[in-house]
C-alpha cells in the first residue's frame, strides 16, 4: 500500500511538471520590451557610445513593470519605476568607491522596495531589478562624476519605456478595463457549465477573485471629472455580472443535474 501510494504521488508530481500551461503567450509584452531595452543601445551604437547605450539600456527594466491595469494606474506607476531606477542609479555611481555604504544602501533599497510594493500590494517583480540596477551601476567604473550622466541616461530610456508602455491609449483607452470585463464573463460562462458537478465549488471561488479584480480596475480607471460611455457601459456589465453571480449561488448551489449548455454558450 505504501509503495502504492509513493508510486502514485511519484506520477503526480511528473504530471505537474510536465503539464502545459494553457495561457497565450505574452507576445505583445515581451516584443515591447525587448523594444524597450534594445533601442537605446542600437541609439548608442549609433551615435559611437556604446557605453551609454548600455548604461541608458538599463532604463528598459521599468517596461517590465507594466501588468494589465488602467492606464491612468500605469502612467503613475511606470513613471515611479522611472524615478526609482534613475535614483538608485545615481546612488550607485557615487557610492561605488565605498563597500560599506554600497552594502548598506543595497538592504534599503531592497527593504523600501519590498514595503511599498507589499504594503500598496502592487503587481510586479519587486525590488529584484532595483537592486539589479543598482549593483550593476556600482560594478561600472568607479566615476562618481558620471553620476548624473549615467542617471540621465536611465531616466531618458525610462521616459521611453514610459512612451512604450502608453502607446496603446491612443488605440484603445479602456483596453485594460474591457479585457477585465471579458474575463468575468468568460468565468461566468465557465461557473454556469460547472452548476451539477464537483467543479462548482472551484469555479465560484475563481468568480469571485475575478469579480474583486475587475472592481478593484474599475474603481481605479475612474476619474470623475472624464466619464466615458465606453466605461460606463463596462461598468454596467460588471454590475450585471455579480447580480448574475449572486443568483446562481443562491439558486444552484446544491444543484444536482447539470444547465443546459446553451445558458453558458450564450453568456
Same mark, same amino acid.
Given at each position: 500500500? +505504501?509503495?502504492?501510494? /509513493? !508510486?502514485?504521488?511519484?506520477?503526480?508530481?511528473?504530471?505537474?511538471?510536465?503539464?502545459?500551461?494553457?495561457?497565450?503567450?505574452?507576445?505583445?509584452?515581451?516584443?515591447?520590451?525587448?523594444?524597450?531595452?534594445?533601442?537605446?543601445?542600437?541609439?548608442?551604437?549609433?551615435?559611437?557610445?556604446?557605453? =551609454?547605450?548600455?548604461?541608458?539600456?538599463?532604463?528598459?527594466?521599468? =517596461?517590465?513593470? #507594466?501588468?494589465?491595469?488602467?492606464?491612468?494606474?500605469r502612467a503613475k506607476k511606470i513613471f515611479s519605476?522611472?524615478l526609482a531606477l534613475t535614483l538608485v542609479t =545615481?546612488?550607485?555611481?557615487? /557610492?561605488?568607491? =565605498?563597500?560599506?555604504?554600497?552594502?548598506?544602501?543595497?538592504?534599503?533599497?531592497?527593504? @523600501?522596495?519590498?514595503?511599498?510594493?507589499?504594503?500598496?500590494?502592487?503587481?510586479?517583480?519587486?525590488?529584484?531589478?532595483?537592486?539589479? #540596477?543598482?549593483?550593476? @551601476?556600482? &560594478?561600472?567604473?568607479?566615476?562618481?562624476?558620471?553620476?548624473?550622466?549615467?542617471?540621465?541616461?536611465?531616466?531618458? /530610456?525610462?521616459?521611453?519605456?514610459? #512612451?512604450?508602455?502608453?502607446? &496603446?491609449?491612443?488605440?484603445?483607452?479602456?483596453?485594460?478595463?474591457?479585457?477585465?470585463? $471579458?474575463?468575468?464573463?468568460?468565468?461566468?460562462?465557465?461557473?454556469?457549465?460547472?452548476?451539477?458537478?464537483?467543479?462548482?465549488? *472551484?469555479?465560484?471561488?475563481?468568480?469571485?477573485?475575478?469579480? !474583486?479584480?475587475?472592481? *478593484?480596475?474599475?474603481?481605479?480607471?475612474?476619474?470623475?471629472?472624464?466619464? @466615458?460611455?465606453?466605461? !460606463?457601459?463596462?461598468?454596467?456589465? +460588471?454590475?450585471?455580472?455579480?447580480?448574475?453571480?449572486? @443568483?446562481?449561488?443562491?439558486?444552484?448551489? +446544491?444543484?444536482? $443535474?447539470?444547465?443546459?449548455?446553451?445558458?453558458?454558450?450564450?453568456?
Amino acid at each position: 500500500m +505504501n509503495n502504492s501510494q /509513493s !508510486n502514485n504521488s511519484v506520477l503526480s508530481i511528473i504530471k505537474q511538471a510536465l503539464q502545459v500551461n494553457k495561457k497565450p503567450f505574452p507576445w505583445l509584452k515581451a516584443f515591447s520590451a525587448g523594444v524597450a531595452a534594445a533601442l537605446p543601445v542600437i541609439i548608442g551604437l549609433a551615435f559611437g557610445h556604446l557605453q =551609454y547605450g548600455l548604461i541608458a539600456g538599463l532604463g528598459g527594466f521599468a =517596461y517590465l513593470y #507594466v501588468f494589465n491595469v488602467p492606464y491612468a494606474q500605469r502612467a503613475k506607476k511606470i513613471f515611479s519605476v522611472v524615478l526609482a531606477l534613475t535614483l538608485v542609479t =545615481y546612488l550607485g555611481t557615487i /557610492s561605488a568607491p =565605498y563597500p560599506l555604504a554600497v552594502a548598506i544602501l543595497m538592504g534599503i533599497i531592497g527593504a @523600501t522596495a519590498i514595503f511599498v510594493f507589499g504594503a500598496l500590494k502592487i503587481a510586479g517583480p519587486s525590488a529584484i531589478f532595483f537592486v539589479l #540596477v543598482f549593483a550593476m @551601476t556600482t &560594478g561600472m567604473p568607479v566615476n562618481p562624476d558620471e553620476a548624473f550622466l549615467r542617471a540621465g541616461l536611465v531616466f531618458l /530610456s525610462g521616459c521611453l519605456s514610459w #512612451v512604450i508602455a502608453m502607446f &496603446g491609449w491612443f488605440i484603445n483607452p479602456e483596453g485594460p478595463e474591457t479585457g477585465m470585463v $471579458t474575463r468575468v464573463f468568460l468565468q461566468l460562462a465557465n461557473l454556469l457549465d460547472s452548476v451539477g458537478t464537483v467543479r462548482f465549488t *472551484e469555479n465560484k471561488h475563481k468568480m469571485m477573485d475575478v469579480l !474583486n479584480e475587475s472592481g *478593484e480596475t474599475l474603481s481605479a480607471s475612474y476619474i470623475p471629472w472624464r466619464t @466615458t460611455d465606453m466605461f !460606463n457601459r463596462l461598468y454596467l456589465l +460588471n454590475r450585471y455580472a455579480h447580480q448574475m453571480f449572486i @443568483t446562481i449561488v443562491e439558486h444552484f448551489s +446544491n444543484a444536482e $443535474t447539470p444547465l443546459p449548455k446553451e445558458l453558458g454558450q450564450a453568456t
